[in-house]
């Protein structure tokens, strides 16, 4: 499968930033979608994931403020972020779970980087 993410970039402290990430197959194969961030130095840790059956699970440090969707063909994933905070900057990564095929598993997109300025 491949993975497209789009979206990063330079935001103020307060500002806004929508993160994209498309995947080259169907959603009736894909369990979940989400995203990770990492810095550098530090391990890769949940964002925000979206369940096929509509359930969501966001970090509590973006609580409120981020909000994952997904498209209606179920295969495009969002992530909405609204009161940026410094803290926030770090690579993005897209992900999505597959449940068939030789892509089964835990798939990645490439990083996208995120840079909040105070």
């Known amino acids: 499968v491949q993975l497209q993410a789009s979206g990063g970039g330079l935001a103020q402290a307060g500002g806004s930033l929508t993160l994209s990430c498309s995947a080259s197959?169907?959603?009736?194969?894909?369990?979940?979608m989400g995203w990770y961030r990492q810095g550098p130095g530090v391990h890769r840790d949940l964002v925000a994931i979206e369940y096929s059956d509509g359930r969501a699970n966001y970090a509590d440090s973006v609580k409120g403020r981020f909000t994952i969707s997904r498209d209606s063909a179920g295969n495009t994933v969002y992530l909405q972020m609204d009161g940026l905070k410094p803290e926030d900057t770090s690579v993005y990564y897209c992900y999505v779970d597959i449940n068939r095929g030789i892509s089964r598993g835990p798939n990645w997109g490439q990083g996208t980087l995120v840079t909040v300025s105070s």
């Open positions: 197959i169907s959603m009736i194969s894909i369990n979940a």
